[in-house]
């Protein structure tokens, strides 16, 4: 019997290489896909140094380039199932670039699911976000926020994710035997343990974590904090922080799950009439403030790092919070490691790879760096 692949696209990146190692760490055969826009290929040659795996083919094309996923497809034959990271991810840039936001993650997964769809694979676990959700704090009794909050998204990026999963949800339901998970996840943080693979974001860094990691390893002269009028306890934005590892393994209960379904609806005597779509939120269940987060980090550097209160962010809302409980009872899933620990992780990863996989300087750094690379 041949193998069986799982497609990984965006695999080279941040979240992407952390389920590349789960997956292979699970047995599992894994093919990537990334067009490196914001990524490097390097997370490979690290992934098979912790996995000790040298077989994981990569292929370098964009999800809007159909002829480049056909190769994809054509020397891989027995792909049986898609995890989609593939994307641009940026609240705040989003803002900027709405339309290339548009473009890369509609455009992109539409041209994906018809590839799919002409080769006959029918299960996909989508990486959406809990942007989907808007500000949550609108409507009474949804923070933490459940499955069932009303979605409604406040930047281009949210609105590129909940306009995919209303996509694949519709694709799906319209094709019995077709299988899809959709896996709101909040906000992750921290680093392989080892030090080999953390994030690497291209310039100037979009999200908190990576850009206060620059500013502790001297590339970056202060964080700024986007607003702290806010009514939370410290007037900075609350957010559930969870480690990418327990992220990672988010993917592959997720995949097990709908490994599960299509059995069970194999086994059945009558025949399934529409797909399987299920979201699921990936958090810990509890909100941390900006504040809380730097203090945090700064903790496992062992220095306080500067910052500066600036002004609100276009599409920040107050409060991201998961209720996690249909993920820890359907995918029989749970964040395990904390906060302290992503934060030792991350650390771990800035201290050991000071500029990314690259070890270069970026043109972007403000500073001389303050560490040897």
């Not at 994981?56 to 049986?80: C, H, M, N, S, W």
């Amino acid at each position: 019997m041949s193998k069986e692949y799982v497609l990984v696209t965006g695999g080279a990146g941040y979240i992407g290489s952390h389920t590349v190692v789960a997956l292979l760490e699970a047995g599992r055969n894994v093919v990537v896909v990334d067009n490196l826009s914001n990524s490097s290929e390097e997370a490979l040659e690290r992934i098979k140094k912790i996995t000790k795996v040298d077989d994981i083919p990569f292929f370098q094309v964009d999800i809007r380039d159909t002829a480049g996923l056909e190769k994809v497809f054509d020397a891989y034959p027995t792909i049986t199932s898609v995890l989609h990271f593939a994307g641009l991810k940026a609240v705040g840039e989003s803002t900027q670039i709405p339309l290339e936001y548009y473009d890369q993650n509609v455009s992109g997964t539409i041209n994906l699911t018809k590839v799919l769809k002409s080769r006959g694979i029918k299960k996909f676990v989508f990486s959406s976000s809990a942007t989907v959700y808007g500000d949550a704090t609108r409507y009474e009794n949804m923070i933490p926020i459940p499955e069932e909050c009303p979605t409604s998204g406040e930047s281009p990026y949210g609105r590129t994710k909940l306009f995919i999963e209303h996509i694949l949800r519709d694709y799906t339901l319209s094709i019995p035997g077709t299988y899809t998970a959709l896996l709101r996840y909040f906000n992750p943080m921290g680093a392989h343990p080892s030090g080999l693979m953390g994030e690497d974001p291209r310039g100037i860094p979009n999200n908190l974590l990576p850009y206060l990691a620059q500013v502790a390893s001297g590339r970056r002269r202060e964080l700024q904090v986007f607003g702290n009028d806010y009514d939370s306890r410290d007037g900075t934005p609350i957010r559930d922080y969870i480690h990418v590892l327990d992220l990672a393994l988010g993917h592959l209960a997720a995949l097990k799950k709908l490994e599960e379904v299509e059995a069970e609806e194999k086994a059945a005597t009558e025949a399934p009439t529409k797909g399987f779509c299920r979201e699921w939120n990936l958090g810990t269940g509890h909100g941390s403030t900006v504040l809380e987060v730097i203090a945090a980090f700064s903790k496992a550097v062992g220095k306080p790092l500067p910052y500066r209160i600036v002004g609100r962010r276009a599409g920040d809302v107050l409060d991201l919070t998961a209720k996690p409980t249909r993920a820890n009872t359907e995918l029989k899933w749970k964040a395990e490691l904390s906060m302290d620990q992503a934060c030792e992780d991350l650390w771990n990863w800035t201290s050991k790879n000071p500029y990314g996989y690259s070890n270069e300087p970026d043109s972007t750094d403000e500073t001389p760096a303050s560490i040897k690379a």
